[in-house]
Nanobody, 118 residues
Framework: QVQLVESGGGLVQPGGSLRLSCAVSGSIFSISAMSWYRQAPGKERELVAAITSGGVTNYVDSVKGRFTISRDNAKNLVSLQMNNLKPEDTAVYYC????????????WGQGTQVTVSS
């Protein structure tokens, strides 16, 4: 079974930075679309950033210019660099690996807490 292991969450002050990382086991990483989602208390889980197997990225408007998603296929890692963090960014962040065309799959990480507060 494929596993996604996240790290890098924590407590930061507004304006600070964090870098989240997600390590993916198995041989599927290079052909997978990778993404980061987040879920704040009382809110629906939302897509934050995504990167295709070819390196094409997209972001939700609220994080554009502040967050950067990247992947390292040699290390089976996807990262989310988060700069100029705001209290509204506080949420549990989840890593996702999926493929929509056959053979399809959809894997999620366990989530890591990010708290932005003074």
């Amino acid at each position: 079974q494929v596993q996604l292991v996240e790290s890098g969450g924590g407590l930061v002050q507004p304006g600070g930075s964090l870098r989240l990382s997600c390590a993916v086991s198995g041989s599927i990483f290079s052909i997978s679309a990778m993404s980061w989602y987040r879920q704040a208390p009382g809110k629906e889980r939302e897509l934050v950033a995504a990167i295709t197997s070819g390196g094409v990225t997209n972001y939700v408007d609220s994080v554009k210019g502040r967050f950067t998603i990247s992947r390292d296929n040699a290390k089976n890692l996807v990262s989310l660099q988060m700069n100029n963090l705001k209290p509204e960014d506080t949420a549990v962040y989840y890593c996702r690996s999926r493929r929509l065309r056959p053979p399809t799959y959809d894997y999620w990480g366990q989530g890591t807490q990010v708290t932005v507060s003074s």
